[in-house]
């Protein structure tokens, strides 16, 4: 026992320091300390120039690489992803380079910058040109690319992941845009079977779009994804009616995608009466070349693995344990790649199998040893023969379900901020549904080379999976309680969760079963299953929020980092709430502001509901992410100022709201409520006079939180012509913070209007390396000179004030503090 512990620490010793070694190369490659010194020298020369360029890191570059998988079309633009091996420094303004390569060589006339240049890339080519060139674009050719280099977004708030290190942890450090597909000159093509491999690709994308999607545009997305995991053309509202279903993983090809294929091969062979080695050595290299040819995901690689490792096994006549073969593939899988074990599909993946291999069985030979007895003693009474096939047929998989579920969702209540128990019911639906899907989709390919015709009839059947796969997903709607977000719960929980669940496992099953006499293993498997359901209830139900709801007798509010927006949520003393704007620009159109930052926040906070949401105005950057808001808290109550009737955007979320009881309200100046004896005034705009054509920022609403000494300004985007207006109706108060308005923009922010509220805190939304030069110094200077201590969420990241009416207390999300008596 002490040998085996010793052996255990031993590994885990030394898979904690390759870890750190992969952690510190994917974070720091060398092409982001080239990044590094071409940013300094650039904004240097910008500097020495007289011109401004973004705060945050930010360079001008040509990039020279292999791509790693075809480029993809968003709504964004083309994506690609590069891995880059050779780099140039670009002046912006008149296009000088200097290229360097990995042996150190100048490619051009100019000096070289660095040497042994390496890394990921994930570039976006914008323009209508990406589109006609996308088929140029196949992984393992040649790209040379002017395109200007960031960091990826990241968002300093508490409860949001870092999306830059899960980029990092993926093999790619840095983001960029090129502005033309005509800028990305095609080098070189790559090797014979690279080629191939993307021929046959682009051949089964159009055989697929033709067969399947002649039926439906989304049922030929759905088959392209689950057939060779493309999933650039399923819509968002697919996606998210599958991951609330619980039913998204049969889309991505992994395990099951895998393990059809390889059924499929085990029935060819075996009606062909040919099961020897070399069946198993054949299907070994279809696996492989369809692994190839759907681009080598993680999750395709891992799958691959464990059938190859199956087959392998079987070609040597082996005959081992299944849960050594999965400790094989697990163990290769991580030494190939020590950071997998942070990827939450790593943990999904072998945590499902693990539960089907130990639990499952273990079911199954219980239920046959208990109708066996039953038959002894004539107490079974048989059943029809068709539903006895069916019930024998259904009970592997339930059991096989509800194991997954009960192993995994703490995982994805940490990782995901979701529980979902519809997948116990919706995959006896959905996993049909979908090997429909894959083996019509894989029969159009090659039928569509020899018969449109017949290529359409598969693609029917192809179509009826993928719909019946939506159509499943819709009966969550009819029992929505069954899926629910809730904050990640403390790790604390979830330790507990898995060590009771595995002394009660251990306690009735090898050595400790024979090794402990009854009443002991009872009493410990009792204790352990008491303490497994109380870790499951803190879970799901979360203890934070009774706390949160009862408040603890102070104001908070935290502006939140969501790049280049405004949204601060408002807790009160007694435990109201009230969030001011959702928005943020984010470099994707598919990223959802509201439920991939702004709700984080709030479920971290222990709120499952929020009593009202107001919204300054209609521009994107601050209500880009209502939509989410609203549909998952459900307010009480939704404000907005002066109306606007033609805004799309506004009008669809006040029918959101309407639809779903909740009250929508204009607020004008002189407006007021006492929220938890706090008052809410509202201090702009006044009533219009004439119907609003559009949004306008001076039509923004204008908060003002009072309680006791203390003053909240929240301005929005107002500008210098209102800004008299709204200084006049403010009184004065001993402690003031002020949101700057409009992100502190030159529009914004004049001297009278700083002097009359005099605040000594200030609080600027931006985000960073935005182009519109928020915030502008001067702006932050003039709050300065009159004594104000300024915070940015660009640099500081969520700032949260917390006051009790008498003193001010800051706090920002990077550590930054500051005391105001």
């Given at each position: 026992m002490i040998f085996a512990a010793l052996v255990a620490v031993g590994f885990f010793a030394g898979g904690a320091l390759l870890a750190a070694d992969a952690w510190q190369r994917a974070w720091r490659p060398p092409l982001w300390t080239a990044f590094e010194q071409m940013a300094r020298v650039q904004r240097a020369q910008a500097e020495a120039d007289g011109r401004r360029l973004p705060e945050d890191d930010e360079a001008f570059a040509?990039?020279?690489?292999?791509?790693?998988?075809?480029?993809?079309?968003?709504?964004?633009?083309?994506?690609?992803?590069?891995?880059?091996?050779?780099?140039?420094?670009?002046?912006?303004?008149?296009?000088?380079?200097?290229?360097?390569?990995?042996?150190?060589?100048?490619?051009?006339?100019?000096?070289?910058?660095?040497?042994?240049i390496s890394g990921g890339v994930a570039v976006t080519v914008v323009g209508s040109l990406a589109a006609e060139r996308l088929g140029d674009w196949r992984a393992g050719r040649r790209v040379r690319v002017p395109v200007t280099l960031r960091r990826p977004s990241r968002y300093l708030d508490p409860g949001v992941p870092d999306h830059e290190r899960d980029l990092a942890r993926r093999g790619t450090r840095l983001v960029g845009t090129v502005k033309s597909g005509a800028l990305v000159e095609l080098l070189a093509r790559g090797g014979w079977f690279a080629e191939a491999m993307a021929a046959s690709r682009s051949v089964a994308r159009r055989a697929i779009a033709d067969g399947v999607g002649r039926w439906s545009t989304r049922s030929g997305a759905i088959v392209a994804a689950i057939v060779l995991g493309d999933r650039a053309g399923l819509d968002e509202e697919v996606q998210q009616r599958l991951q609330e279903a619980g039913t998204y993983h049969v889309i991505a090809i992994s395990g099951g995608n895998i393990a059809i294929l390889?059924?499929?091969?085990?029935?060819?062979?075996?009606?062909?009466?040919?099961?020897?080695?070399?069946?198993?050595?054949?299907?070994?290299?279809?696996?492989?070349?369809?692994?190839?040819?759907?681009?080598?995901?993680?999750?395709v690689d891992r799958a691959t693995l464990m059938a190859v490792v199956y087959f392998g096994a079987r070609a040597a006549d082996l005959r081992s344990p299944p849960l050594n073969a999965l400790a094989l593939v697990a163990a290769m899988l991580v030494a190939a790649d020590p950071l997998s074990v942070a990827?939450?599909?790593?943990?999904?993946?072998?945590?499902?199998?693990?539960?089907?291999?130990?639990?499952?069985?273990?079911?199954?030979?219980?239920?046959?040893a208990e109708s066996?007895?039953?038959?002894?003693?004539?107490?079974?009474?048989?059943?029809?023969?068709?539903?006895?096939?069916?019930?024998?047929?259904?009970?592997?998989?339930?059991?096989?379900?509800?194991?997954?579920?009960?192993?995994?969702?703490?995982?994805?209540?940490?990782?995901?901020?979701?529980?979902?128990?519809?997948?116990?019911?919706?995959?006896?639906?959905?996993?049909?549904?979908?090997?429909?899907?894959?083996?019509?989709?894989?029969?159009?390919?090659?039928?569509?080379?020899?018969?449109?015709?017949?290529?359409?009839?598969?693609?029917?059947?192809?179509?009826?999976?993928?719909?019946?796969?939506?159509?499943?997903?819709?009966?969550?709607?009819?029992?929505?309680?069954?899926?629910?977000?809730?904050?990640?719960?403390?790790?604390?929980?979830?330790?507990?969760?898995?060590?009771?669940?595995?002394?009660?496992?251990?306690?009735?099953?090898?050595?400790?079963?024979?090794?402990?006499?009854?009443?002991?293993?009872?009493?410990?498997?009792?204790?352990?299953?008491?303490?497994?359901?109380?870790?499951?209830?803190?879970?799901?139900?979360?203890?934070?929020?009774?706390?949160?709801?009862?408040?603890?007798?102070?104001?908070?509010?935290?502006?939140?980092?969501?790049?280049?927006?405004?949204?601060?949520?408002?807790?009160?003393?007694?435990?109201?709430?009230?969030?001011?704007?959702?928005?943020?620009?984010?470099?994707?159109?598919?990223?959802?502001?509201?439920?991939?930052?702004?709700?984080?926040?709030?479920?971290?906070?222990?709120?499952?509901?929020?009593?009202?949401?107001?919204l300054t105005h209609g521009d994107p950057d601050h209500i880009g992410g209502a939509a989410s808001i609203v549909r998952e808290f459900r307010p009480r109550e939704v404000w907005e100022g002066i109306p606007v009737p033609r805004s799309d955007p506004l009008t669809r979320l006040r029918v959101a709201v309407q639809a779903g009881g909740a009250r929508w309200a204009n607020v004008y100046r002189g407006d007021r409520v006492a929220v938890d004896e706090v008052d809410v005034i509202a201090r702009h705009p006044a009533p219009a006079d004439w119907e609003r054509q559009k949004v306008r920022n001076d039509d923004s609403l204008v908060l003002e939180l009072r309680w006791r000494d203390v003053s909240v300004v929240l301005t929005?985007?107002?500008?210098?012509?209102?800004?008299?207006?709204?200084?006049?109706?403010?009184?004065?108060?001993?402690?003031?913070?002020?949101?700057?308005?409009?992100?502190?923009?030159?529009?914004?922010?004049?001297?009278?209007?700083?002097?009359?509220?005099?605040?000594?805190?200030?609080?600027?939304?931006?985000?960073?390396?935005?182009?519109?030069?928020?915030?502008?110094?001067?702006?932050?200077?003039?709050?300065?000179?009159?004594?104000?201590?300024?915070?940015?969420?660009?640099?500081?990241?969520?700032?949260?004030?917390?006051?009790?009416?008498?003193?001010?207390?800051?706090?920002?999300?990077?550590?930054?503090?500051?005391?105001?008596?």
């Open positions: 040509v990039v020279e690489g292999v791509l790693r998988s075809d480029a993809s079309l968003g709504a964004s633009g083309a994506s690609l992803s590069i891995d880059v091996d050779a780099m140039a420094e670009q002046d912006g303004r008149e296009g000088r380079q200097r290229q360097e390569r990995p042996n150190g060589r100048d490619a051009g006339s100019a000096t070289a910058v660095a040497e042994g390889a059924g499929l091969l085990l029935g060819a062979f075996r009606l062909a009466g040919w099961l020897g080695r070399t069946a198993m050595l054949s299907s070994i290299a279809v696996l492989l070349a369809y692994a190839t040819l759907v681009g080598h995901g993680a999750s990827e939450p599909a790593f943990v999904l993946t072998f945590g499902a199998t693990l539960a089907i291999l130990t639990i499952v069985p273990a079911i199954t030979k219980t239920a046959a066996a007895e039953a038959a002894k003693q004539k107490q079974y009474i048989s059943a029809p023969s068709a539903i006895s096939a069916l019930a024998s047929f259904l009970r592997p998989m339930f059991f096989a379900s509800v194991a997954a579920e009960a192993l995994l969702f703490p995982v994805g209540a940490l990782t995901f901020s979701r529980v979902t128990f519809a997948g116990l019911a919706l995959n006896f639906l959905a996993i049909p549904m979908m090997g429909v899907a894959q083996i019509a989709g894989m029969a159009v390919v090659p039928l569509a080379l020899v018969s449109r015709t017949l290529a359409a009839g598969a693609g029917w059947i192809a179509h009826v999976g993928a719909a019946g796969l939506v159509w499943s997903a819709e009966l969550v709607r009819f029992a929505p309680a069954l899926t629910y977000r809730v904050a990640p719960p403390p790790s604390i929980a979830v330790c507990l969760y898995y060590a009771a669940a595995a002394v009660c496992w251990l306690c009735t099953t090898g050595d400790a079963r024979s090794r402990l006499a009854w009443p002991h293993r009872r009493a410990i498997t009792r204790w352990g299953a008491g303490l497994a359901v109380a870790a499951a209830i803190w879970i799901l139900a979360d203890p934070r929020t009774l706390a949160a709801s009862r408040g603890d007798g102070r104001l908070h509010v935290t502006f939140l980092d969501v790049g280049q927006g405004d949204s601060a949520f408002v807790v009160f003393p007694h435990g109201s709430t009230l969030l001011v704007d959702a928005g943020g620009l984010s470099a994707s159109s598919s990223f959802d502001i509201g439920d991939r930052v702004v709700a984080p926040v709030l479920r971290g906070a222990g709120f499952r509901r929020i009593d009202y949401v107001a929005g985007d107002i500008g210098r012509a209102v800004e008299p207006s709204v200084a006049s109706a403010i009184p004065p108060a001993r402690l003031r913070v002020v949101k700057i308005p409009h992100h502190a923009s030159l529009t914004s922010s004049t001297p009278a209007f700083v002097a009359a509220l005099r605040p000594q805190v200030a609080i600027a939304s931006a985000g960073r390396a935005n182009h519109f030069g928020h915030p502008v110094p001067e702006i932050l200077d003039r709050y300065r000179s009159i004594g104000a201590e300024i915070f940015r969420t660009d640099q500081d990241g969520a700032v949260t004030l917390t006051t009790d009416g008498a003193s001010i207390e800051v706090h920002t999300f990077t550590g930054r503090t500051t005391f105001v008596p």
